[in-house]
């Protein structure tokens, strides 16, 4: 293609359908509702707009100019979701021989992939004119970014492959972004072992994910609770290990009860997500975790474990003993065999070996290891561990790939050159990563693991710590890999993470994601939102942090939040904070109230501008929050507008509502003690299982996230009974084990006995 002469004729067509005009720089970063290049997410590096030219009117006759055949497809499938009709495809080709019938009334909008297409230190830039958009970039991925900041610029419902409802009237004003991401590596990582995502899921996720602008998947495919990869060569691992629950290899968990769960993509399958992912700029990046998180396939080839008698027993962070031995040499060879067949199904240069939270209790019970030990001179069972990567990494050279791994791995021998560190632990591995000299992803549990609790009252771990929209958005990776104990560190550490941090990504871990339906996007977004503002290099445009957070979330909740909703993600909505304050007595009150219960006032501010609250009046042991992941069916009624005046403040539930079924976790007033708002029957405690006084006495203390830790694991005929001074009435009982807000491990089976009226008693038996 003769690159300088399409140019010139793009610049002709420029030049014919608008006279030039000036540039408005938007360097305010202030959100404004009529102006679409202040609502963008991930803010773009340089954009310039005129809001008093002539705006591009989009009508149905546009046409897209482009030299690739999927990103001229992709780009009129969305926009046709805005017309309604199909639009019209013209390929570069056809387009630069047939130039002089381009009239002026059809709008066009091009797309050219070209060598030094883009302005010179940018990926691509996209322009705005009267009659014509161009986006002109230097590669692929650029295209795509660009093509997303169109789709941005658009109305919400370019998202939306069902809409009908077309506009007659959809136009951009004039403008101009010159734009380039400042990491190269904008990840996301789902875990599909512990809850199974079928493929149709995965798509979904890949769609999301390229709107936001990440372009790196890291699957992970294997893990304690199922495997997920289909490996020709070893079968019994879909066959077995995809599979959890009563005689099977895997025993029940989280949730999936008495019952067989699981699944697993064919090769085939997997192949066709990953072209699809291609086509959408996104890398995938597989993972099979090795040594530790291996039940799975121990389950399914016992032979890779240690030989000596086994003890399966797990703990209650999932985290077990069944690793690979790393004597056997027979091990490798199935290593080879897995890697092989991977490497034939995923184009990335990397393949992921996991390396994390390696339970090294077998290799210090088993002959084999401790001789290979005593062979090799290593004084630390830890050094297993590095000879075991080491190998690893040889076998994944053989097939042309690096190894990457989280940071417990990166004390191995040579990996140095061929790896890629996942840092986890930040504060601590970020600055070791960096210092050592190695590549790395910053993955710091604490900012972006979106597994974590969004709010205290919301389900989720919290063992990095609770993970709201804020803290995510101040997420600053540089910062944390480059942190020295003095000054000095401090700043020849910049320079190392400047140079050694390749990137971030967000992860979820699906320990929890068995429930609510649609667990997954309300744990994604907002917050993967923030973290493609992180990776793009610009969420702290803005020097105050108050402010730029206040850019964001306005552009968030103001515009964003409208496509993610025609995107039909089901995103976490926040709610909104209710405090009540009792209000002055007076005779009436007083003659009416025996018990002397005061009415109180109950003002509500709503999360973010515009957003429309409502209410319910419920039974005071109504849920607050989404603790357990149950649907929640309180009918919210009526729409809170102004204060309520109430004695029965335990009595209201408020949500705040996006659309009619999309709506945020319900919650009650927050400044009172539960006490006040909530009744609270006596009971006493009696049980056959084992436990310390203190411990006993925490389950009543009626708080929602108290549980009390038993000595070993329950067995059939367990029983905790409580005991009332006198009868109470329920409508629900929940019967929940495991930790806080982690009711995962335990039974998967149990029943309560409970009686009506003080009559014979009846069983309530409950799967987890
Ligand atoms: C730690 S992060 C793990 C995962 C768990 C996660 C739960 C990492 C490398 N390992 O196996 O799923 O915590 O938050």
Redesign the pocket.
């Known amino acids: 293609m003769n690159i300088r002469r399409f140019l010139t004729i793009i610049a002709f067509a420029a030049a014919l359908a608008a006279p030039r005009f000036v540039y408005a720089q938007t360097n305010e970063n202030k959100f404004d509702g009529n102006n679409p290049y202040t609502q963008l997410i991930p803010q773009p590096k340089d954009v310039y707009y005129d809001l008093n030219s002539p705006c591009f009117v989009l009508k149905k006759d546009v046409r897209v100019v482009s030299n690739d055949p999927f990103l001229s497809d992709y780009l009129a499938g969305h926009i046709k979701n805005l017309t309604g009709e199909k639009v019209e495809i013209i390929r570069w080709e056809k387009w630069k021989s047939a130039k002089k019938t381009i009239k002026r009334e059809h709008p066009v909008i091009s797309i050219l992939i070209a060598d030094n297409a883009a302005p010179e230190g940018r990926e691509y830039s996209l322009e705005v004119q009267e009659n014509a958009i161009f986006i002109f970039s230097n590669g692929y991925e650029g295209a795509m970014s660009g093509i997303q900041t169109l789709l941005q610029l658009l109305p919400p419902q370019t998202y939306n492959f069902n809409n009908r409802d077309f506009s007659n009237l959809i136009i951009i004003p004039q403008g101009r972004i010159e734009d380039s991401p400042s990491f190269r590596y904008r990840g996301f990582e789902l875990?599909v072992s512990?809850t199974w995502r079928p493929a149709e899921d995965v798509y979904k996720v890949l769609d999301w994910m390229a709107y936001h602008k990440l372009n790196k998947f890291h699957w992970h495919l294997t893990?304690d609770q199922g495997w997920r990869v289909e490996i020709k060569s070893l079968p019994l691992l879909t066959e077995k290990g995809a599979w959890r629950g009563p005689d099977e290899v895997i025993p029940s968990s989280f949730g999936s009860g008495n019952k067989r769960y699981g699944g697993y993509y064919t090769q085939q399958q997997i192949k066709d997500i990953v072209k699809y992912a291609a086509d959408r700029g996104i890398e995938i990046i597989p993972e099979i975790e090795t040594p530790g998180?291996s039940a799975a396939i121990a389950g399914s080839y016992p032979e890779i474990l240690c030989e000596f008698p086994e003890d399966t027993s797990i703990n209650e962070?999932?985290?077990s003993r069944e690793i690979w031995c790393v004597a056997k040499e027979s091990n490798y060879e199935i290593i080879e065999k897995i890697i092989k067949e991977m490497a034939e199904m995923f184009p990335s240069g990397i393949i992921n070996m996991g390396g994390?939270?390696v339970n090294r209790f077998n290799w210090e019970k088993c002959p084999d290891c401790q001789a290979l030990m005593k062979k090799m001179g290593m004084t630390n069972s830890e050094q297993l561990h590095f000879y075991f990567v080491s190998r690893v990494n040889q076998i994944a050279k053989k097939y042309g790939k690096k190894i990457a791994g989280?940071e417990e791995i990166m004390y191995a021998d040579d990996i140095k050159d061929n790896s890629l560190i996942?840092v986890?632990h930040s504060k601590k591995w970020g600055p070791m990563a960096v210092q050592n000299g190695f590549d790395c992803v910053m993955q710091a549990?604490e900012y972006v693991?979106l597994?974590?609790q969004q709010s205290p009252i919301e389900r989720g771990?919290n063992?990095?710590r609770v993970i709201p929209l804020e803290i995510t958005y101040s997420y600053d990776p540089i910062k944390l890999a480059s942190a020295g104990k003095d000054a000095g560190k401090a700043a020849s550490n910049l320079e190392l993470a400047r140079k050694h941090v390749v990137g971030v990504q967000a992860?979820l871990?699906e320990?929890l994601g068995n429930r609510p339906e649609n667990f997954v996007e309300y744990q994604m977004f907002p917050r993967l939102c923030a973290l493609a503002e992180t990776g793009w290099g610009t969420s702290r445009t803005i020097a105050d942090s108050a402010a730029n957070y206040k850019y964001f979330y306005d552009r968030l909740t103001q515009a964003h939040f409208a496509r993610l909703e025609n995107m039909g993600i089901r995103f976490r909505v926040p709610y909104p904070e209710v405090k009540a304050e009792p209000v002055a007595f007076t005779k009436t009150d007083v003659l009416i109230s025996e018990s002397y219960m005061r009415p109180y006032k109950i003002t509500v501010t709503p999360p973010y501008e515009g957003a429309v609250v409502k209410y319910a009046i419920v039974s005071p042991q109504t849920e607050i929050g989404n603790i357990r992941g149950q649907k929640d069916t309180t009918n919210y009624k009526y729409v809170y507008t102004e204060p309520i005046i109430t004695r029965d403040i335990a009595n209201y539930r408020f949500a705040t509502f996006v659309s009619d079924t999309l709506h945020s976790v319900g919650v009650a007033v927050s400044n009172m003690p539960l006490q006040t708002v909530r009744m609270v029957p006596h009971f006493e405690i009696e049980t056959n299982m084992r436990a310390s006084e203190k411990n006993l006495s925490i389950l009543k203390e009626y708080k929602e996230k108290a549980y009390c830790r038993f000595e070993g694991r329950a067995k059939a005929g367990d029983y905790i009974t409580f005991v009332f001074d006198e009868p109470i009435k329920c409508s629900v009982i929940d019967i929940v084990t495991g930790r806080a807000n982690v009711d995962f491990y335990g039974l998967t089976e149990g029943y309560a006995e409970y009686s009506e009226d003080g009559g014979a008693e009846k069983r309530l038996t409950a799967a987890a």
């Open positions: 875990d512990r893990d998180h962070t999932g985290f994390d939270e989280w996942y986890w549990a693991y597994d974590m771990h063992w990095a992860g871990w320990e």
